[in-house]
């Protein structure tokens, strides 16, 4: 038993790390400080470089779509700064979103090689098996 008690007190301690990292500050943004704002159910670490706004998602979600996730990381951008989200980029965990302040230009946004973004329309599952369809854009 004291066995046990050992090695999920060490995967407990490996998850609080794990997660303590999930909302370190992307490549650029390591400077700039951290303001945390919730919209709908969803929380975002935000942070700012100029007229680009780093979205680090917080939540747990089970299968987040993308448009849906962008949608409010835009809002809580534009909330926050007091300008216009014009783009959004990335993944549903983290995003970049370019704005528009005071009628200035948004940043050009990034070159991306080509994505696809998928969404689980269907997901049915038996035992450990999981079987669904999926539409991509």
């Not at 303001?35 to 159910?41: A, K, M, N, Y």
Request: charged share 25%; proline share 5%; with cysteine.
């Amino acid at each position: 038993m004291k066995l046990h008690s050992q090695i999920m007190r060490s995967w407990l301690l490996f998850l609080l790390f794990v997660l303590g990292a999930c909302d370190a500050a992307g490549p650029g943004f390591k400077s700039s400080s951290k303001i945390e704002r919730s919209i709908e159910g969803t929380k975002f670490a935000l942070r700012r470089q100029g007229d680009v706004v780093e979205a680090i998602r917080l939540s747990p979600e089970f299968l987040p779509k993308f448009t849906e996730v962008a949608r409010k990381a835009a809002i809580v951008a534009q909330l926050e700064t007091g300008c216009a989200a014009k783009w959004v980029d990335g993944d549903p965990a983290l995003l970049r979103i370019g704005m528009s302040c005071n009628g200035a230009r948004p940043p050009k946004k990034p070159s991306r090689r080509k994505s696809l973004y998928c969404d689980i329309e269907e997901l049915y599952g038996r035992g450990n098996s999981y079987a669904g369809h999926m539409i991509c854009r």
